[in-house]
């Protein structure tokens, strides 16, 4: 689940926030700091992922409630039980929700269409 690219958003506590992660990975994950995820409703944050070069096979996307918790609701059509209902219940700061879907380019991704592998909280990691 190594990030081929990060959408980051261009707030400083975002790319505060990429940096911890970032620091986590192996070396080097390309990111690229955008505003076109900052402060945006899911819908403009699900468009600027769609237009991600299909070549990147896993992404992870560092952005602002409650932006990021409706595009995780948004796209979530099924996934673990368990990790639904806790996502569904409360999306805190910091939260991770990986999700995978069936599709060959990111212009596939739609409401719904995708499963919930894992959701992480920083509560769960302390």
């Known amino acids: 689940m190594i990030p081929g690219l990060a959408l980051v958003s261009t ?20 990111a690229r700091e955008t505003r ?14 769609r ?3 299909p070549a990147i096979r896993n992404l992870v996307v ?3 409630n409650p932006g990021m918790e ?19 219940e409360k999306f805190p700061t910091a939260a991770l929700a990986v999700f995978e879907f069936d599709g060959s380019s990111w212009e596939d991704l739609a409401s719904g269409g995708c499963r919930l592998v894992d ?6 990691l302390a």
């Open 70 to 88: 409706d595009l995780a609701h948004l796209i979530a059509g099924s996934g673990k039980d368990e990790a639904l209902v806790r996502m569904r």
């Open 36 to 49: 076109d995820i900052y402060e945006v409703a899911a819908p403009a944050i699900l468009t600027t992922i």
């Open 119 to 124: 959701f992480v909280t920083a509560r769960q």
């Open 11 to 30: 707030a400083r506590r975002a790319r505060e926030t990429w940096a911890l992660v970032r620091d986590n990975l192996p070396p080097p994950i390309p």
């Open 51 to 53: 237009a991600v070069d």
């Open 62 to 64: 560092v952005g602002h």
